[in-house]
């Protein structure tokens, strides 16, 4: 089952969720441009589901016979009323969405154990794995981006775009074996595969859990530092700021208690989008790293034609990040009040 | 930009009168300043030292891959009982008349796989299908996606509204986990390099989709439009030779963004255990080949071959995808 962090984090989440979605409703309700949002939202969200449920009619071959490949037509019968292959297409997805609401996400056919078990492990784990390496992501592009835009224009500033150009470049997977290579193999101080619970061993958890984190985090250190870099430089030329030196208060001062919050709204919008998209977008660096997070369980359903599963996976990740970037959207505009205004004019 | 346009054109001369900066991203959209590499915006005509160098890797790697069959590299499926004894290209291999020799001095310039391939000719016939994978599905992008946007930003009103949202339930998914569904619905019935660029094609759809809209509601506001409409122009001419050329930096800009995205998906799909089979070389499949000699600590050149050809691939992309936003002033979407 989860263990205590991933339910801490897993909670947060949900909590986090519930109560954006809630702040987007209740504005959403308020306005027109609100009540258009919500309902685009929700044609979204049917659709992306309906398309989830539909890969497995697209997938060729009898849904019943991958699952039982050697059965006889007899057998197969109990298992495709299971299924509800006897039924009209849009009842069968009026069916599964029910079902899906509910959290009930049928069977593996192979351990014959409801896929909501496994799957509320994974996710636990994943949810792990984005938060650490988003945390090490803002932790150490936070800073960098301040220094960048402090020393706009100098060499410091020059070799940080330029190397933060080449990060971008480097897919995470090459990141990744090339710290295997460095650190893992030949340094011998991390391992390279499986998971350890943080309640069964906190040390082991986050060797465990080092190397995943800074491979999703290199290129993302590389976006935030240049996003917040090119805000802060505006804000630096804010008058605030010329009244803040006027007031002889020290630059460190200045940098981190007047310039950082108001430039930081670019960068929270898209660590926050981006925490969305990796619940699946990590599937790479959970195969290399064999992190049974979501990512490796979508892959390995499809990998055994465990379709039912891969329904399930494709529209959990679908509609986590659909809702995530919504509410995203929603608290956005709760706290910049120029984003309501310019949406209802727009709209 | 306006000399791509007819020299009759009513609106060339207004364009050129007008300038061409001006244009103003989608309310929706957020500027990525991530991805750029500082370019500055200029009318300069001449190239700078990095995009000369981006365009000498990848025309090179262009011909090198149409011309592999002629080239005197080994062939991709060819074995080497050489370099099955050793891979790395300095390492030694004993010879039969007691002295040593490495894959270096044998020809095998970047060693070879575990399989004992040469891995200059994978890397080569490799760039064929990267390439084939990378700019094919973007090709296929742009038709679909910039079709639909030019339509969607040039009559706006219900089809925009019913393009916005088709193209915004596409972003829905995540990209990797789309491909990765659409090549399991797709698997044993077309051959892999069709899954692998019908996939990541459907993926490129709507990033391309929505640049473009964005870029043509901007651009068929403006006054050389209203001039040829005046003139009796056809919807179907000025969204061609009015509005298209305008749109395109942008259009090629991301495209190229595009190109590196797709390139580093096919690797990925193919680390996943899913995209073209073994027989195939890519670059992603090289990476893979090498993955088991890197973790058990015998080699790591395999996989950062690979990986080099990535990397340097994607960063001629990026940064030439710079070079065309900087010198048309493209301020374009997020990807």
Do not use: C
């Not at chain 1, 697209?58 to 016979?65: E, F, N, V």
């Amino acid at each position: 089952m989860l263990d205590a962090l991933g339910t801490i984090l897993g909670i947060l989440l949900i909590l986090v969720v519930v109560v954006g979605v809630l702040g987007v409703l209740a504005l959403a309700l308020g306005t027109r441009a609100g009540r258009k949002k919500l309902l685009q939202l929700i044609i979204v969200l049917l659709v992306v589901t309906f398309f989830s449920f539909s890969l497995l009619h697209l997938t060729p071959g009898d849904p019943a016979r991958t699952q039982k490949p050697f059965a006889t037509e007899a057998q197969l019968r109990p298992i495709r009323k299971e299924i509800g292959l006897d039924k009209p297409f849009l009842v069968q997805y009026k069916d599964w969405l029910f079902d899906f609401v509910r959290g009930d996400f049928g069977k593996d056919y192979s351990t014959n154990l409801p896929v909501k078990d496994s799957i509320g492990q994974q996710l636990g784990i994943s949810l792990q794995l984005i938060f650490y390496a988003q945390f090490l992501a803002l932790a150490l592009a936070i800073p960098l981006g301040i220094l960048a835009a402090y020393k706009a224009g100098t060499w410091f500033d020059k070799i940080g775009n330029a190397a933060a150009f080449g990060a971008i470049a480097i897919p995470p997977f090459v990141i990744a074996f090339v710290l295997i290579f460095y650190l893992a193999v030949q340094g011998g101080w991390f391992p390279t595969q499986q998971y350890v619970a943080f309640g069964t061993d906190p040390a082991e958890h986050f060797k465990h859990m080092f190397l995943p984190a800074v491979s999703l985090a290199i290129a993302q250190i590389a976006i935030y530092m240049r996003l917040l870099r090119s805000d802060m430089i505006q804000t630096l030329q804010e008058d605030f700021i010329t009244m803040a030196k006027a007031k002889g208060l020290t630059n460190r001062r200045i940098l981190w208690r007047h310039a950082l919050r108001p430039s930081s709204f670019t960068l929270l919008t898209a660590a926050a989008l981006n925490f969305g998209a990796l619940i699946g977008g990590a599937v790479v660096i959970e195969v290399v790293f064999q992190l049974p997070g979501m990512g490796l369980g979508l892959v390995t359903a499809v990998a055994t034609r465990q379709y039912s599963a891969v329904q399930a996976y494709v529209a959990l990740i679908a509609v986590a990040f659909v809702l995530f970037n919504a509410m995203v959207d929603g608290v956005y505009s709760v706290l910049d009040p120029r984003i309501r205004h310019a949406r209802v004019a727009a709209a | 930009m306006p000399e791509s346009q007819p020299p009759e054109s009513a609106g060339t001369a207004l364009a050129d009168e007008m300038g061409t900066t001006g244009l103003v991203a989608d309310a929706f959209t957020v500027e990525i300043a991530g991805v750029t590499a500082g370019v500055q915006p200029t009318r300069k005509k001449r190239l700078g030292f990095g995009a000369w160098l981006a365009i000498v890797w990848l025309v090179g790697l262009i011909v090198a891959a149409i011309a592999a069959p002629i080239l005197p590299i080994a062939g991709p499926n060819e074995t080497f009982t050489s370099i099955q004894r050793a891979q790395a290209p300095f390492a030694t291999i004993s010879t039969p008349g007691g002295g040593t020799t490495t894959p270096f001095a044998e020809g095998h310039l970047l060693g070879g796989d575990r399989n004992g391939h040469d891995l200059l000719s994978r890397a080569i016939y490799g760039a064929r299908n990267s390439l084939i994978v990378g700019f094919g599905a973007i090709a296929f992008g742009i038709l679909v996606g910039g079709l639909l946007g030019l339509i969607g930003g040039y009559y706006r009103g219900r089809v925009d509204a019913v393009i916005v949202a088709f193209l915004d339930i596409m972003l829905a998914i995540p990209a990797l986990v789309l491909a990765l569904s659409l090549t399991a619905v797709f698997r044993g019935r077309v051959p892999d390099l069709w899954i692998l660029v019908i996939a990541l094609a459907i993926i490129s759809v709507p990033v391309l989709g929505r640049i473009t809209r964005a870029n043509t509601l901007v651009w068929s506001e403006r006054e050389f439009v209203t001039a040829a409409r005046a003139q009796g122009a056809k919807n179907w001419r000025i969204m061609t030779r009015e509005v298209l050329p305008n749109v395109l930096p942008a259009m090629f800009s991301i495209a190229l963004l595009g190109v590196a995205v797709v390139i580093a998906a096919e690797a990925a799909l193919r680390l996943l255990g899913i995209g073209l089979s073994i027989t195939d070389p890519s670059w992603g499949g090289i990476i893979n080949d090498g993955r088991d000699f890197l973790t058990q600590g015998i080699t790591a050149h395999v996989v950062f071959v690979g990986s080099a050809f990535i990397f340097f691939t994607i960063l001629s992309l990026n940064y030439l995808a710079d070079v065309v936003r900087a010198r048309f002033d493209v301020r374009e979407a997020a990807i």
